[in-house]
């Protein structure tokens, strides 16, 4: 009964005339073209063309203030929350659904892209309200389907176990690594089909830091995965795919192996050696 | 394909709840402008059309007194009343200002001071009005009259200055004090040379601000500073018209609604001069 | 500290700094500004009590009538309270809604360019003395409810409850504004990339954290309307009745020591009930300051750790 529940998504639900988007993973199911962004007079990112596969991870490198943090919000409209933040030119492609299209509502495309930032940010309510936060909004839920659902995605991010006696307790008491873990459950609960992490493990101990590769290890059987880092051994562990942006650009853009095992640029070769960054 | 129409659908309601929050908003913003902009007009208007010299130049004439005429010994005693005020106030207040912010050892001490200079500052008006009257003019025997006003506006604007003056040193950065101090001058030299210039416009925009309101404050010289006219000019014992019990009359008594729009007029004026000074004060110290 | 090196002999008074003297001059003012508080409300207490040999508290705040003139007088300020409750329960009534409204439009919508004129506006309509405030009311409200209800005289309960709801509404738009700013930046975002309204985060984050906050401003602004004076007096009719209608003229806590305490002579019994009335004025406002400061005080050295 929950199935039925779940997994609403598709491009379809973004606009009602699409109704086979993202029927050709062969081109990526998120692609961008020309995508072109300033804050406020400044550019900061330059005809950005990239393809991302399905079910694949994705690995963002590069320098900081390179502009990954930048193509990251642009790909699901949460630059827009930035104020000054704006998609100048260019499109971004979801299946064949230009999610920048004036009739195409930011918030399904936000739905339907998840995102997980740098810092956790649990919001200030218990355990299981936050889980819900995103759910209760997209969904009518029956009091009884609360506790499956919270488990269910709680279990998904791996933090069921930690925190099942306490789903009511509020979710600022719990580690860094486990507010980490919670945002994910938060942003699994929403049903994405792609799931953008924006540095997730650059606060967090080795120990928590591992257990999200874990689950990203996991989850990519399920999501599409594109994750921002810095640690260049997190993606050659991680990465399918794996990009390297240098001043907004994107400099370097192969399968990870290849790219790692021999870059095309100077500036990757430095990256890469650690010479830069 | 179902499902995929149910999220639309489930979506649609909050949505519709956003677009009216999203309208109700702007309208309650759309309030908030006009609501003030259409007082303040309309006072201004009407107020414009009684002004002219001889408005703010004559005593009051006629009868009953203040249909003809003009308002000249209100503005007197308003500025006598408030300026013996702020003379006493402002270096009171200016100076516990700087004892809370530099001399005060004890972190609990300012806090139970502050604490009860807030409560001060909550007390109303008008029952400054009845502690000055019944312990300045009746029991100190000091009359109706411009001292026992000021002094009672005098009490009005202290907690206000001190508060804002506190705010003001303490805003000066921590630094600028430490360093001034370690070349091992004296407390009260740094305070002069540095934190005083630094603090001032702040200093000065609480102050301008008090005054402000104590100008257009009826409650407390109401029984304390005003009559109903006077020939002389203002001096300490003497009873004295203010603004907004001038204003007061003519309302209450019916006696001129024209008189009355030019002595809001006045007061609107004075309003507004003390808040864009002020406004302008805290625009240089942001800079 | 580092003021054990010698100061500089220029800025010495005969070999003496500045130092002690100012200190002593600042700390005396500080006492004396400070004292004040206690001996308006040691006064004020110490003349009220005059008024209980006269009547008893319950007979001075419910039963007795207003009729100083009597013989006996009798002394009740049952009908001036109750018309500052209407009074002020009109004010927030209009104002609380309104208010926080507005200042969710302030902190949540507007642009900065909007935000920034708005808040000098409502400063303004804050500072408007009450004068004027009830002058503003008697030329607008009560001549419009002249026609529109077709009363007499349009002096009444509503139009001094709307003219002190204009009043403490900048003062609500305040402190609910500083409320939802100081609820950080990031819930907004992260709450919005979540795919959910911006209603959604601000009903469901925002707003409950907003909440005390806002919850102070309101009890403060009640505090504000009960100690509202000039326009209440010059709006509300000045009469003795216990107001049951909101066009019902009545007579505020404020009113009446207004109107009656320049015809009371010191150590009359007239004189220590009007003391008397101001002292439960007082101690409710000081109450409700007093206590609300002190929660805030405990909250902030809580998250000082
Ligand atoms: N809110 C903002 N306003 C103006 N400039 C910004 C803002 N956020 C980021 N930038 C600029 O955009 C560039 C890219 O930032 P970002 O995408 O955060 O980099 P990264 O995530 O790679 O460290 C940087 O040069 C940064 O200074
Ligand atoms: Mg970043």
Redesign the interface.
């Known amino acids: 009964m929950l199935q ?1 529940a779940i ?2 998504n ?1 491009a ?2 973004l606009h ?1 005339a699409i ?1 086979t988007a993202a029927s050709a993973p062969s081109a990526g199911i998120l692609q961008t073209q020309q995508l072109n962004i300033h804050y406020g007079l400044e550019q900061r990112l330059f005809d950005i063309n990239i393809s991302i596969a399905e079910r694949q991870v994705t690995a963002i490198m590069g320098p900081s203030g390179c502009g990954k943090s930048t193509l990251l919000k642009s790909l ?1 409209r ?1 630059l827009e ?2 104020p000054g933040a704006e998609v100048t030119s260019g499109s971004v492609y979801f299946g064949e659904l230009d999610i920048y299209q004036s009739d195409v ?1 930011a ?6 892209i ?2 997980i ?1 740098q ?1 956790p ?1 649990p ?3 218990s355990i299981e309200e936050n889980v819900l ?2 759910v209760r ?4 839920l029956k009091r009884s389907q609360r506790q499956l659902l919270a488990e269910r995605y709680l279990t998904m991010a791996g933090l069921w176990d930690e925190v099942k006696d306490r789903l009511h307790q509020s979710a600022h008491q719990l580690s860094g690594g486990q507010q980490q873990r919670l945002c994910l459950a ?2 699994l609960a ?1 049903q994405p089909q792609i799931i953008l992490m924006d540095e997730p493990c650059s606060s967090l101990d080795p120990a928590s830091t591992e257990r999200i590769e874990q689950l990203v290890q996991q989850l990519k059987n399920d999501y599409t995965i594109v994750i921002v880092t810095h640690n260049i051994a997190q993606s050659r562990r991680l990465a399918d795919q794996a990009l390297l942006m240098m001043e907004g650009r994107v400099i370097e853009n192969a399968p990870a192996a290849q790219l790692f095992a021999n870059p095309t640029t100077v500036a990757g070769q430095d990256f890469l050696q650690g010479r830069i960054g | 394909m179902h499902k995929a129409e149910q999220l639309l659908l489930n979506n649609r309601r909050a949505v519709v709840n956003d677009r009216v929050f999203w309208l109700l908003a702007w309208t309650a913003g759309a309030i908030g402008l006009l609501l003030p902009l259409s007082i303040i007009g309309y006072l201004l208007f009407h107020g414009f059309q009684v002004l002219s010299w001889s408005f703010i130049s004559e005593v009051p004439r006629g009868y009953p007194l203040g249909v003809s005429g003009g308002i000249l010994p209100a503005i007197q005693g308003s500025l006598a009343v408030t300026g013996l005020g702020l003379a006493v106030a402002f270096p009171a207040a200016l100076a516990s200002a700087i004892y809370l912010s530099e001399y005060a050892q004890s972190q609990r001490f300012v806090a139970v001071m502050r604490f009860f200079t807030e409560c001060l500052a909550a007390i109303p008006a008008i029952l400054f009005g009845v502690f000055g009257y019944a312990f300045l003019v009746v029991q100190f025997g000091f009359g109706i009259s411009v001292l026992s006003g000021g002094l009672t506006l005098a009490m009005l604007m202290y907690p206000v200055i001190l508060v804002g003056s506190y705010s003001a040193f303490n805003a000066v950065e921590r630094p600028l004090k430490e360093s001034a101090l370690s070349l091992g001058v004296s407390r009260a030299y740094v305070i002069r040379r540095t934190l005083l210039p630094k603090a001032l416009p702040g200093i000065i925009a609480a102050t301008v601000l008090a005054a402000g309101h104590a100008v257009g404050s009826a409650a407390p010289v109401l029984f304390t500073a005003s009559v109903v006219q006077t020939r002389s000019s203002p001096s300490l014992d003497s009873p004295v018209m203010t603004l907004p019990t001038h204003l007061y009359n003519l309302v209450s008594e019916a006696v001129s609604f024209e008189h009355a729009y030019g002595t809001a007029f006045v007061l609107i004026a004075c309003l507004l001069f003390a808040n864009s000074c002020a406004m302008m004060l805290r625009h240089r110290l942001r800079k | 500290m580092s003021t054990q090196v010698a100061s500089h002999p220029a800025r010495r008074l005969g070999g003496l700094t500045l130092d002690p003297l100012v200190w002593m001059l600042t700390l005396l003012a500080l006492v004396i500004g400070v004292s004040t508080f206690f001996l308006i409300v040691v006064y004020v207490l110490w003349q009220a009590a005059g008024v209980f040999g006269a009547v008893s508290l319950s007979e001075f705040l419910l039963f007795e009538p207003w009729v100083p003139l009597a013989e006996p007088p009798r002394l009740g300020i049952l009908h001036a309270w109750v018309s500052t409750v209407y009074v002020t329960g009109i004010a927030l009534l209009v104002a609380v809604p309104l208010g926080i409204v507005m200042a969710l439009f302030i902190a949540e919508i507007a642009p900065t360019a909007v935000r920034n004129v708005l808040q000098p506006c409502l400063e303004v309509l804050a500072g408007i003395p009450s004068v004027v405030y009830g002058f503003f009311g008697y030329v607008t409200l009560v001549v419009w409810f002249e026609h529109i209800f077709d009363m007499t005289t349009g002096v009444s309960i509503l139009a001094a409850g709307l003219i002190v709801a204009v009043m403490v509404m900048p003062f609500i738009v305040s402190t609910a504004t500083e409320a939802l700013d100081a609820v950080p930046r990031s819930f907004r975002e992260t709450g919005m990339s979540l795919g959910v309204t911006r209603f959604y985060v601000i009903r469901r984050i925002i707003l409950p954290r907003a909440l005390p906050g806002i919850f102070a401003g309101i009890v403060l602004a009640f505090a504000r309307g009960i100690g509202e004076t000039l326009a209440a007096l010059m709006l509300a009719g000045n009469s003795l009745a216990v107001p049951k209608e909101l066009l019902d003229r009545g007579q505020t806590l404020t009113g009446l020591i207004a109107t009656e305490l320049g015809e009371a002579a010191l150590g009359t019994e007239k004189f220590a009930a009007l003391f008397a009335a101001s002292a439960v004025l007082m101690l409710l406002i000081l109450l409700i300051n007093g206590g609300i400061l002190l929660i805030k005080n405990r909250l902030l050295r809580h998250a000082q750790g």
Request: a positive charge; zero cysteines.
């Open positions: 039925t997994n609403l598709s379809a639900a009602p109704l699901n949460t929350l930035t509502d918030r399904a495309v936000r739905k339907v998840g995102i930032h810092r940010q919001f200030p309510m936060f995103g909004f997209h969904q009518r938060r942003t929403n």
